[in-house]
């Protein structure tokens, strides 16, 4: 959770658009959710784009349900998501 953490600080700290790899991820709890969430808060404030790619079919599906995917661009490569940005 401590990487999870320093992560999320980097991504908010940062500039210019966020993308998010998910092609290593295996699983999401609460937590990365509510991680996510809050990043998506942060950026809709500063107006910073957001795209995610490499989610697998379940966590699409997650996403999709949750409205998360309302909140930023989905991609299925990272090719993909800087070819659109």
Do not use: W
Request: with cysteine.
């Amino acid at each position: 959770q401590e990487g999870l953490q320093s992560a999320y600080q980097a991504a908010k700290d940062g500039g210019g658009r966020l993308l998010l790899d998910f092609g290593d991820v295996d699983y999401i709890n609460s937590t990365g959710i509510a991680l996510i969430v809050a990043l998506l808060a942060d950026c809709r404030m500063t107006q910073r784009p957001v795209a995610a790619f490499g989610l697998s079919d379940h966590y699409r599906e997650i996403f999709s349900i949750t409205r998360l995917s309302d909140f930023m661009a989905i991609y299925e490569d990272a090719a993909a998501a800087i070819a659109a940005h």
